[in-house]
């Protein structure tokens, strides 16, 4: 935003120097960019922030100088003479969307005479770097520039009808724009028409076919109030960036609407002549500040300024503060004070925000930096940090985390059900084209996801998925489970190993078993289950070819889903060393055979606690052997590796073998495992 330091004189009286005046601004939060000297003037540019629109016009940067230095504000009142036939014979104003358009107003002027402007007012538009058009075009953007609000102009006599309609735009609309181009609107939009076209394209820019020429005689001016994210995104859309787009996508003061149109009516009466017709069409107006009650109302405790700030302000001028920014005070005590904030200050919502503002008022120099501050550090809570580590091991292991929603259709439900039979909770509003039931498992949204990856071509697609699913309970409300899903083009190895690396991070000595699973969408030979103290913590597996089928794959495709509620009780997140051994280590391969029945697991669980101590890995070595003649019938040839170590000495043959031999007796004796000659 760029200032004038002449036009801020009117306003209000300026510090000796303009070094004074900038760094001071920039101490309250208006940083200085630049400063050029333009003729007798100086042209100040000022970065202001996306909250602080009520600063993108003159006044609202004498608003805040008065403050800073307790000098009046010379705020100019308009009274334009309506001394012409009413307006409601000139125009009307239709609003159809009131949601894109709050407030729309228009005044009328006839017997205007179109011609250059005087050059007091093409050097204030100069020293901001706009250039100047014709007089009623100039007087709108030096109104804009005042105060902040967009106004625009429109030919009156081009206007079908001489009526104003404010609509959305329909799909495929042309709509030419006083930049002379055409733009194809998307719907999106919204447009002030008159009775048979589109005229401006609202709170962006105005059209060609009505804009302001040496003919035009009568001129109506509008002032409204557009919805900021609906500007926003037609200038992007079409690439159109103005200075009403840009003030209207941080938002306009609704009570300075009316104002504006008033000191642009007067300006124009002024300077181009003409007759104002009497009134003003103003459809919307504003919504009145709250007084009476507490809807608008924010309470400041004094205490909250020293916790805050780690300073003490006097409460008398903590009010003047309020008081000088626009602030009505409704309600002051020893312990608090209560205010009703400008209506140009739509920033100004809670508590701290009025603590900021004093803070700034007040002086960021006066705040010792050796203040305490009585503030206790906060800290992760337990769950936080186990699942800041999952997430860390997961995309160390290359998967992106997904979000889908809680929502899915109800085929989903039936696709794949882990941990319920029951019936899922639905809605009776699907919540996305057909989704009405509360899932009862992530791993379907996530082979949803994944399908639509594959659509395009992704070439990797590996995802994970941290969320609750909502399993029915009988006479209450529904269990919340947080679970951890995962999706993956490896296999069931690739994706074991991922769990165990994620088991190993966060619960490095948890004992868990593995289970036969019941297939379903898994292949029943690629897939297990994992249980945790007596809980089932993890289901993983591939996918089985229906099951590719029922999701739409074309790929393999191996999923998991673990529990974190049953994880959360064997976490720890303390890390514990222990001591190598200096001595180095023993191995033996064993052949033993089996029941087809008998699970690795089950071997690796009777060798570690045989061995004891002296185990320190068992490794299962190569695939398991099955043949009829060889070893008979239901029997399979399991190879493993025992490595053992002993942390006081160098273990002998004699003592490895015996352990092998404990070994081989308890397997023998619990699995029925004999040695294979």
Same mark, same amino acid.
């Given at each position: 935003m760029i200032v004038s330091t002449e036009w801020l004189a009117e306003y209000v009286d300026l510090p000796a120097s303009v070094e004074e005046l900038t760094e001071r601004l920039t101490l309250s939060g208006l940083n200085l960019e630049e400063v050029q000297r333009v003729g007798d003037d100086n042209a100040i540019d000022l970065e202001v922030t996306s909250n602080r629109s009520d600063c993108l016009g003159h006044l609202g940067v004498a608003r805040e100088i008065a403050v800073l230095w307790d000098r009046p504000l010379k705020r100019p009142e308009p009274q334009p003479q309506d001394s012409g036939e009413p307006i409601a014979r000139a125009t009307s104003v239709t609003?159809?969307?009131?949601?894109?358009?709050?407030?729309?107003?228009?005044?009328? @002027?006839?017997?205007?005479? =179109? /011609?250059?402007?005087?050059?007091?007012?093409?050097?204030?538009?100069?020293?901001? /770097? $706009?250039?100047?058009?014709?007089?009623?075009?100039? $007087?709108?953007?030096? *109104?804009?520039?005042? @105060?902040?609000?967009?106004?625009?102009?429109?030919?009156?006599?081009?206007?079908?009808?001489?009526? =104003? *309609?404010?609509?959305?735009?329909?799909? /495929?609309?042309?709509?030419?724009? =006083?930049?002379?181009?055409?733009?194809?609107?998307?719907g999106d939009e919204v447009v002030i028409a008159d009775a048979r076209r589109p005229v401006a394209l609202g709170g962006v820019m105005g059209g060609a076919e009505t804009e302001i020429s040496d003919e035009t005689v009568d001129v109506l001016i509008e002032a409204a109030d557009f919805d900021p994210l609906t500007v926003r995104g037609a200038a992007r859309r079409h690439v159109l960036f103005s200075p009403s787009s840009y003030r209207f996508e941080r938002g306009v003061d609704p009570e300075g609407i009316d104002w504006a149109s008033r000191r642009c009516c007067e300006l124009i009466l002024e300077l181009a002549g003409g007759v104002l017709c009497e009134g003003v069409v103003d459809v919307g107006g504003p919504r009145p500040r709250q007084l009476e009650n507490n809807r608008d109302h924010i309470k400041l405790r004094y205490p909250q300024i020293e916790r805050v700030l780690g300073v003490v302000i006097p409460s008398e001028t903590v009010r003047k503060v309020l008081v000088d920014l626009g602030c009505v005070e409704t309600h002051n005590c020893d312990h608090c004070v209560k205010v009703v904030p400008p209506s140009w200050r739509a920033d100004l919502t809670r508590e701290v925000d009025l603590i900021e503002e004093v803070a700034r008022i007040y002086g960021y120099d006066k705040v010792p930096t050796a203040s305490q501050l009585p503030i206790v550090p906060s800290a992760l809570r337990r769950e936080d940090v186990v699942l800041d580590r999952i997430r860390r091991v997961l995309t160390a292991a290359g998967f992106d985390e997904a979000y889908t929603l809680s929502a899915v259709e109800p085929e989903l439900i039936d696709a794949f059900r882990p941990w319920t039979e029951k019936p899922a909770l639905s809605t009776s509003t699907s919540v996305l084209?057909?989704?009405?039931?509360?899932?009862?498992?992530?791993?379907?949204?996530?082979?949803?996801?994944?399908?639509?990856?594959?659509?395009?071509?992704?070439?990797? $697609?590996?995802?994970?998925? =941290?969320?609750?699913?909502?399993?029915?309970?009988? /006479?209450?409300?529904?269990?919340?489970?947080?679970?951890?899903? $995962? &999706?993956?083009?490896?296999?069931?190895?690739?994706?074991?190993?991922? @769990?165990?690396?994620?088991?190993?991070?966060?619960?490095?000595?948890?004992?868990?078993?593995?289970?036969?699973?019941?297939?379903?969408?898994?292949?029943?030979?690629?897939?297990?289950?994992?249980?945790?103290?007596?809980?089932?913590?993890?289901?993983?597996?591939?996918?089985? &070819?229906?099951?590719?089928?029922?999701?739409?794959?074309?790929?393999?495709a191996s999923v998991a889903e673990l529990s974190l509620g049953v994880l959360m009780e064997s976490v720890e997140l303390v890390p514990t060393t222990v001591a190598l051994s200096p001595y180095p280590p023993v191995s033996r391969d064993v052949n033993l055979i089996v029941d087809e029945s008998i699970a690795w697991a089950q071997i690796e669980a009777v060798a570690c606690a045989t061995g004891g101590s002296l185990v320190e890995r068992v490794v299962f070595q190569d695939d398991s052997f099955r043949d009829a003649t060889q070893i008979g019938t239901g029997k399979k040839s399991v190879v493993f590796r025992l490595q053992l170590r002993s942390p006081d000495a160098t273990l002998t043959s004699d003592q490895a073998d015996g352990v092998v031999s404990r070994v081989l007796t308890a397997l023998e004796a619990d699995l029925g495992g004999k040695l294979r000659a």
């Open positions: 609003n159809n969307c009131p949601e894109l358009c709050a407030r729309y107003t228009a005044r009328v @002027i006839k017997g205007v005479k =179109i /011609g250059p402007s005087p050059a007091w007012l093409q050097k204030r538009l100069q020293t901001l /770097g $706009i250039a100047t058009v014709n007089n009623v075009v100039d $007087i709108t953007n030096y *109104v804009m520039m005042e @105060i902040g609000q967009p106004l625009h102009a429109f030919d009156h006599a081009k206007l079908a009808g001489g009526q =104003i *309609v404010v609509r959305r735009a329909t799909v /495929g609309e042309k709509f030419t724009a =006083i930049d002379h181009k055409t733009y194809d609107l998307s084209r057909g989704a009405t039931c509360l899932r009862q498992t992530l791993v379907p949204s996530l082979l949803v996801c994944r399908k639509t990856n594959e659509a395009l071509s992704n070439p990797v $697609i590996e995802q994970f998925e =941290i969320a609750k699913v909502y399993l029915p309970r009988d /006479g209450g409300a529904p269990e919340e489970r947080r679970m951890l899903a $995962i &999706a993956s083009g490896g296999g069931l190895l690739e994706l074991k190993g991922v @769990i165990e690396a994620l088991l190993r991070e966060v619960a490095p000595r948890a004992k868990y078993t593995h289970v036969a699973t019941s297939g379903g969408v898994l292949d029943a030979q690629r897939s297990v289950g994992l249980v945790l103290n007596g809980q089932p913590l993890c289901l993983l597996g591939e996918l089985s &070819a229906a099951g590719r089928k029922r999701f739409g794959l074309r790929g393999p």
